[in-house]
């Protein structure tokens, strides 16, 4: 998994940054393939969220917890990931107001996929 360690790709909220779309488009080395995954996930942000994305908006995420500072923008906004960092916890199910409104949001309103063989 490259320079990344697996306690770094899962995200704060439980999440599997590995099994995401946009980390799987960052690590695809062969540019065609890339571009076409970009292009799927921009596609589904158009038809979930209602917002006109272009394959180019989909940007580089080695995880949100990875520090190197390439993050997908869902990932730079996400309430969880701020509020787990400003409180040092490593994972939602750390903290003492765990399951939070925040996470119950996440839950209803995301679609998981987690089946990897399809990156």
């Known amino acids: 998994m490259d320079d990344l360690s697996v306690s770094s790709l899962i ?8 099994t ?13 393939r890339q571009k076409a995954i970009r292009e799927e996930i921009a596609a589904t942000i158009c038809e979930r969220y209602g917002k006109r994305v272009t394959a180019a908006d989909v940007t580089d995420c080695d ?10 923008s869902g990932c730079l ?3 969880i990931r701020q509020c787990a960092t400003e ?4 994972l ?3 903290c003492e107001e765990y399951p939070c409104e925040k ?9 998981i996929d987690n089946d ?4």
């Open 63 to 72: 995880g949100c917890k990875s520090g190197t500072g390439r993050l997908f």
């Open 87 to 90: 409180k040092g916890k490593g």
């Open 92 to 94: 939602c199910a750390f």
């Open 116 to 119: 990897p063989s399809e990156a």
């Open 20 to 32: 995401c779309r946009v980390y799987t488009a960052t690590r695809e080395r062969d540019a065609v």
């Open 77 to 79: 906004k996400c309430e």
């Open 11 to 18: 995200a704060f909220c439980g999440l599997n940054c590995s």
């Open 103 to 111: 996470l119950h949001r996440l839950i209803l309103t995301e679609v």
